[in-house]
């Protein structure tokens, strides 16, 4: 048990460093962040893949899309690990513009929920993946109204893919 989980401690700090030397300028948490991504994958990331997956990301959204805002670098930890691709971010993309139709005021994170969705749910699936998560969203700021924020539209997405009912989601 030790033995696994210092292995685990040194994949996630090489994971960190390499994070950081190929964004040193981003936020620390978001190094920690993406380290954890490939840590929980067993992959040790490098600068150069990061550096290409950042550069793929560039290729396919403009600037002022939220795909390049303050989740960038998850965004680019996640195509490297998923290796889909350019195609993965055109399919995010469109899962992103379903997910804005039922998360008008989430921009900022519903990027993250579009990858997980993409990369998890088939694409006859989206419509009805954006659909009940936004229908778990509103489940949640039932139960929570001061609890639940905008951030959490990423949670429900995440939700929206367990085979589970929505009343045994939202009861656990």
């Given at each position: 048990m030790r033995e696994s989980l210092n292995k685990k401690c040194e994949l996630f700090i090489s994971n960190r460093d390499a994070v950081k030397?190929?964004?040193p300028m981003e936020n620390s948490y978001m190094h920690a962040i993406c380290a954890s991504y490939f840590m929980n994958r067993e992959v040790l990331a490098t600068a150069e893949g990061l550096k290409s997956g950042r550069k793929m990301l560039k290729k396919r959204v403009n600037a002022f899309s939220n795909f390049r805002g303050a989740?960038?670098?998850?965004?680019v930890a996640m195509l490297c690990l998923d290796g889909g691709g350019e195609a993965r971010i055109d399919d995010a993309v469109k899962?992103?513009?379903l997910l804005k139709k039922k998360f008008p005021f989430s921009g900022e994170y519903l990027p993250v929920a579009?990858?997980?969705?993409?990369q998890s749910v088939s694409e006859d699936k989206w419509g009805e993946?954006?659909?009940?998560?936004?229908?778990?969203?509103d489940m949640m700021k039932k139960a929570?109204?001061?609890?639940?924020?905008s951030e959490d539209?990423?949670?429900?997405?995440?939700?929206?893919?367990?085979?589970r009912s929505d009343d045994e989601l939202i009861r656990e």
């Open positions: 030397s190929a964004f989740v960038e670098l998850s965004i899962v992103n513009s579009a990858m997980m969705i993409a993946t954006a659909e009940r998560s936004r229908r778990i969203y929570h109204p001061f609890l639940t924020s539209c990423v949670f429900a997405a995440m939700l929206a893919m367990s085979p």
